[in-house]
Every structure is written in structure tokens, then in C-alpha cells.
């Protein structure tokens, strides 16, 4: 095998792998079709047939709905706002706990500090790197009010385990669903679990809308309070005889024709976008997985993962060189990645300096919760110190360009030696 490229060598992939994109022609063509009729967005903020939006957007909504099994399909502008909306629908109230993950993206831990609810840490698993149910169970308290499982990366959380929990102590479960369009375990979709699921539609995602968002519930009440939320509630809450007032401040998170348009288009083919994702990565893992010091992802056993990342866990002692110098080679050889994920998000000034809402740092005032770090070791260690991460979503990657990144992997993992010469001169 040839010298390493970060030594002078011929890397093995010469250029960068070009970005993978979902927009076609049946795209554009919905999109010419709703400019075409005029209406871009047919929601009004105020009684009437238009509260629930456009002709598209509803008939995304039952698409949706009717895919995925789900009573209800309340479409939003983002994930983010899907997050808020549920928060505002299952009742969050001012010094309320919400049991979340430390890494994920940070909107996922936003989300309750909207309410004036807490967010409470509880650290991953090791090995699917979603929320640990033995750290739920630890972190529950007379003041939590629901918990949020990321399905990360594309694998379940330990879905049915936290919801029979959430049951038997009468709390929450919500599925932030933005990585695993397609998930499931047990042959139950991921989304479907959970009292509410939300999926993303960022342009970055497995299938997209450019932004957006759809939650999904059988629950009618539920249903009913995000679609409330989502749009100016406030006004309804009379003339609809809603009982219960709580959180029905609404916000504008309505979703556009134009969006819902191509998401029409996007999740009548969300089977073959999220399988080419699955077997990148699935190429990457078999091409891989005999390396020392160089672990694959695992799959549970009856589940689906999605890949929206392929992460890899390294391990320097066993490899003999530092994270960051195996990865200065893997970037020379034209194999595209980064090193961790984000950081623990308890280590946000937010946290740190516990200020959210207000200049008093409420809902901070509310409650003894601390975020030092050391809260979440798997989480910390997994950062600071193995994770290398690849997004299949974001490159488009045939058969003989998978079969590269495969031996660009394996080539520095062979001349890994060669590197501890480089790390001593500096």
C-alpha cells in the first residue's frame, strides 16, 4: 500500500465527494404547480376552515399520517418548532423537569426553557449513543414531567423501555425523531412509540423540505393543543370551548404550500433515499469493522438504523496514535469526517451561567439542578476522546467511491505507525 498522503503520498480519494441532493424534477414541478395557483399558504390565525392551513399542507398532513401509521400529522416550520409545540401541548409549567440527552442537537434541551420547564441530563448509552433508561430512572422526581429520546444518528432509543416507564410514573414520552425518518423497533416505527414524535425536514436531513417539521400523535387532545400552538391559539381558545387555557400562547409555526409540496413528492420516495444512506454506511462498517482499536456502529438487535451519522469510536491506546493525527490522515487521504459531535450541551453558557429567560435567569430560579461537568462520562469521554463522525446524508456516494473511503480508512490504519515520526517532530 502506498505512502500516506499526509507524507507526500497519492491520496486515495482525490477530490471531494460531491453533495448528495433529493431535488428533482417531480420537485419543481409541485413547487411551479403551487406558485401557479397563487396560494403559498392558506393558514389564517383565527377561526375558521383555515386554521388547519392549505390544501397541500392537509393533504401532506394525511400523507403523512396514513405513511407512518399515526392518528394525527401536525406539520411545522422545523423540528425546533415541533419541540416547542409539544412541550406547550403536554402542559409544561414553570419549574417542571424534562429528562433529556446531553448530545443531541441543542434545540432538543431548548425546547422545555420555553415553558419555564428544567432540563435534566441523564447520560447515553455506550454503544447506541441515545438516552441510558438506567439514567432516566435516576434522574426521575414528584417534579418530572416528561422525557425526550433522541433517536441519534439514525438508531432507536430504547423506545418501548421508556415509554412503559413514562406510563408507570405517568409522565411524557417525546420522540425527537429528526435523524430516523424510517427508524423502528420491533417493527414499530420510531415516532410511533412516544406520546409525540417529531421529525425534521431540514435541508440536511435524509428527505427535506428545505425547513420543517411534522409531529405525530394518536392522542386527539394532544393533536389538537400543537395545532393550537402552532398558530396564533389564542384566538381559538373561546370560540373552540377549550377547557384548559394552559399554553395557549400561540406561535406562528406554520408550514407553506411550497413546503408541503415537496414534501409530498420527498416522502413518496423516502424508502430509496434512506436506503442508499443505510448502505454508505453499511459498506463503511463491513469494510471496517475487523480494524484494531476501531469500532463500528452497532445495531441493536430489531431495529433499523437510519445513519443520518456513521459514528466510529476510537481508541487511541489500542491504535497507538492520537485521534487528532489519524484524523489529519484520513483528511489527506480525501475521506470526509470531523471528530466528535457537539459538545455536551450542559456546557452552554446557558447552562454554565444558568441565565435563560429574563435577566434574573429564570426558570433557573426554580430549581437546584447543577451542570458541572462530569455530569454525563459516557458523553464526555465519547467527545473529548473517540468519536469520528461521517454524514452519509450530505455526500452523493456510489458503489466504487464507498469502495475508496473503505480503503482510505484502511490505508491509514495500516501506516498508523508512520504518523508517531510526524506527532514527534511536530
Request: aromatic share 8%; hydrophobic share 40%.
Amino acid at each position: 500500500m502506498s505512502q500516506l498522503a499526509l507524507l507526500g503520498g497519492t491520496p486515495v480519494i482525490a477530490n471531494e465527494p460531491p453533495a448528495y441532493s433529493s431535488m428533482g424534477v417531480a420537485e419543481q414541478d409541485a413547487v411551479r404547480d403551487v406558485v401557479a395557483s397563487g396560494c403559498l399558504s392558506g393558514f389564517f390565525g383565527s377561526p375558521g376552515p383555515e386554521f388547519l392551513g392549505g390544501p397541500k399542507v392537509r393533504e401532506f398532513e394525511a400523507a403523512w399520517a396514513a405513511r407512518f401509521g399515526a392518528k394525527h400529522a401536525v406539520s411545522v416550520n422545523s423540528n425546533t418548532s415541533g419541540l416547542f409545540a409539544a412541550m406547550g401541548a403536554i402542559g409544561l409549567s414553570p419549574g417542571d423537569e424534562v429528562i433529556v440527552p446531553p448530545w443531541t442537537m441543542s434545540a432538543t434541551a431548548m425546547s422545555p426553557l420555553i415553558y419555564g420547564g428544567i432540563p435534566v441530563f441523564a447520560d447515553i448509552e455506550d454503544e447506541t449513543f441515545c438516552i441510558d433508561p438506567e439514567k432516566v430512572k435516576a434522574q426521575i422526581t414528584a417534579k418530572t414531567r416528561a422525557i425526550v429520546a433522541v433517536n441519534l444518528f439514525g438508531h432507536p432509543a430504547r423506545l418501548r423501555e421508556l415509554r412503559d416507564l413514562a406510563d408507570a410514573r405517568g409522565i411524557y414520552l417525546i420522540e425527537d425523531n429528526a435523524q430516523a425518518p424510517l427508524g423502528s423497533e420491533e417493527g414499530t416505527a420510531t415516532g410511533k412509540i412516544g406520546h409525540i414524535g417529531i421529525a425534521s425536514l431540514n435541508y440536511h436531513k435524509h428527505i427535506h423540505t428545505g425547513e420543517g417539521g411534522v409531529c405525530v400523535t394518536d392522542d386527539d387532545d394532544l393533536a389538537g393543543r400543537m395545532q393550537m400552538i402552532r398558530n396564533h391559539g389564542e384566538n381559538l381558545v373561546e370560540h373552540g370551548g377549550i377547557a384548559d387555557p394552559v399554553n395557549m400562547v400561540g406561535f406562528n409555526f406554520r408550514m407553506t404550500e411550497l413546503s408541503a409540496a415537496v414534501g409530498l413528492v420527498q416522502l413518496a420516495d423516502v424508502e430509496r433515499h434512506v436506503s442508499i444512506r443505510e448502505r454508505l454506511a453499511e459498506t463503511l462498517s463491513d469494510g471496517t469493522r475487523d480494524l484494531e482499536g476501531w469500532t463500528v456502529p452497532k445495531v441493536r438487535a430489531g431495529c433499523r438504523h437510519n445513519y443520518y451519522i456513521w459514528l466510529v469510536k476510537f481508541d487511541q491506546g489500542a491504535i497507538g496514535v492520537s485521534r487528532e493525527l489519524f484524523s489529519k490522515a484520513l483528511a489527506a487521504e480525501g475521506f470526509p469526517h470531523y471528530l466528535a459531535y457537539v459538545p455536551p450541551l450542559y456546557r452552554l453558557p446557558l447552562f454554565q451561567r444558568r441565565v435563560a429567560i429574563g435577566r434574573e435567569g429564570w426558570p433557573f430560579t426554580l430549581t437546584d439542578r447543577r451542570y458541572d461537568n462530569g455530569l454525563c462520562p459516557v458523553t464526555e469521554r465519547l467527545h473529548e476522546n473517540e468519536a469520528i463522525c461521517f454524514e452519509p446524508c450530505a455526500y452523493d456516494v456510489d458503489d466504487t467511491l464507498a469502495e475508496k473511503m473503505v480503503a482510505a480508512i484502511r490505508k491509514v490504519h495500516a501506516h498508523r505507525r508512520d504518523l508517531n515520526a510526524l506527532a514527534e517532530t511536530g
